[in-house]
């Protein structure tokens, strides 16, 4: 069965960074796009970025220039490098997998437990 599993989430000062990791196992990685949501309490689950198996990303508008999705296939890795973080980062980070067409990402629902992110101000 797939599993997703989180890490690298923790307390940073504004204007710090941090560096999510998501191992993948009981799935072939390459072949599927990967996805990073964040949620706060009482909202919904937004997407943040996204990365297609060719490499092609996408990123919600507020984290654009500060947030870096990659993935490594032989480590079975999805990266989110977060830079400039603000005190509206802070949530709990979610790994997804899901398909990507027409420059759209789509979650096949499959989510790690999450990793919270708390950035101070």
């Known amino acids: 069965q797939v599993q997703l599993v989180e890490s690298g989430g923790g307390l940073v000062q504004a204007g710090g960074s941090l560096r999510l990791s998501c191992a993948a196992s009981?799935?072939?990685?390459?072949?599927?796009?990967m996805g990073w949501y964040r949620q706060t309490p009482g909202k919904q689950r937004e997407l943040v970025a996204a990365?297609?198996?060719?490499?092609?990303?996408r990123y919600t508008d507020s984290v654009k220039g500060r947030f870096t999705i990659s993935r490594d296939n032989a480590k079975n890795t999805v990266y989110l490098q977060m830079n400039s973080l603000k005190p509206e980062d802070t949530a709990v980070y979610y790994c997804?997998?899901?398909?990507?067409?027409?420059?759209?990402?789509?979650?096949?629902?499959?989510w790690g437990q999450g990793t919270q992110v708390t950035v101070s101000s």
């Open positions: 997804n997998k899901g398909r990507y067409s027409n420059s759209n990402y789509y979650s096949d629902n499959l």
């Open positions: 009981g799935m072939i990685f390459r072949i599927a796009a």
């Open positions: 990365i297609s198996v060719a490499g092609n990303t």
